[in-house]
């Protein structure tokens, strides 16, 4: 089993930036691919990025591409979303979740192939 835990939501103006956490602990070992997801009010999770947790390459959605930027901290097992030039509408709870194999990447946007998930952390942008 593998758990994680996100940090760092909160509230900030329109422009400004955040820094997301995903401690992840357990049978980290096993852990392949890790991302970030979102969901607003009304709406469906919405995938915003993903890591590979041993080479590091980074994967965005478009909607958030040139702005948010993934990275990871192997050695303590923790994957941060540093999020600059945020928009009212990147309001949400940020999850992040991991998967134990490779999946074909192409299937990263889908929430479905994660085998585990944080209990999310919520950020609010103000316009």
């Known amino acids: 089993q593998v758990q994680l835990v996100e940090s760092g939501g909160g509230l900030v103006q329109a422009g400004g930036s955040l820094r997301l956490s995903c401690a992840a602990s357990?049978?980290?070992?096993?852990?392949?691919?890790m991302g970030w997801f979102r969901q607003a009010p009304g709406k469906e999770r919405e995938y915003v990025g993903a890591?590979?947790?041993?080479?590091?390459?980074?994967y965005y959605s478009d909607s958030v591409k040139g702005r948010f930027a993934i990275s990871r901290d192997r050695t303590n097992n923790i994957m941060y979303l540093q999020m600059n030039s945020l928009k009212a509408e990147d309001t949400a709870v940020y999850y992040c979740?991991?998967?134990?194999?490779?999946?074909?990447?192409?299937?990263?946007?889908?929430?479905?192939?994660?085998?585990?998930w944080g209990q999310g952390t919520r950020v609010t942008v103000s316009s």
């Open positions: 979740a991991a998967r134990r194999d490779n999946p074909l990447i192409s299937s990263l946007p889908l929430p479905s192939i994660y085998d585990y």
């Open positions: 357990g049978r980290t070992s096993s852990v392949n691919v």
């Open positions: 890591v590979g947790w041993t080479i590091g390459k980074t």
